[in-house]
């Protein structure tokens, strides 16, 4: 089971960003799927998680802003970050758990990927 992160990167405040995860050994029929993000010196915080039903769960710091989807066809889990800020800016995880406050409240999934650079410059 393997779940790889890309499409981070650097953006002036209030742009968007588009984060892919490749998913593989995890199937949203089963799994729940969502995002992290980690910045230095801070606990890692849940963002958003889709279940197995399809519903969608997402923290504050992100609703609104932040929308989950997946494309089960190919194997992928994306997160749209529009009008980021600077408080954005962290490390990104993809992560695969049982149920889906695993990701969003307790941030205690079964595995996450090597995470993806966000950086939003005032």
């Known amino acids: 089971a393997q779940l790889v992160e890309s499409g981070g990167g650097s953006v002036q405040a209030g742009g968007s960003l588009r984060l892919s995860c490749a998913v593989s050994?995890?199937?949203?029929?089963?799994?729940?799927l969502g995002w992290f993000r980690q910045a230095p010196g801070k606990e890692r915080e849940g963002l958003a998680s889709?279940?197995?039903?399809?519903?969608?769960t997402y923290a504050d710091s992100g609703k609104g802003r932040f929308t989950i989807s997946p494309v089960e066809a190919e194997n992928m889990l994306y997160l749209q970050m529009d009008r980021l800020k600077p408080e954005d800016s962290a490390m990104y995880y993809c992560?695969?758990?049982?149920?889906?406050?695993?990701?969003?409240?307790?941030?205690?999934?079964?595995?996450w990927g090597q995470g993806t650079q966000v950086t939003v410059s005032s």
């Open positions: 992560a695969a758990a049982v149920y889906p406050w695993d990701i969003v409240q307790l941030v205690t999934p079964l595995k």
């Open positions: 050994g995890y199937t949203t029929s089963t799994y729940s």
């Open positions: 889709i279940d197995s039903d399809g519903r969608t």
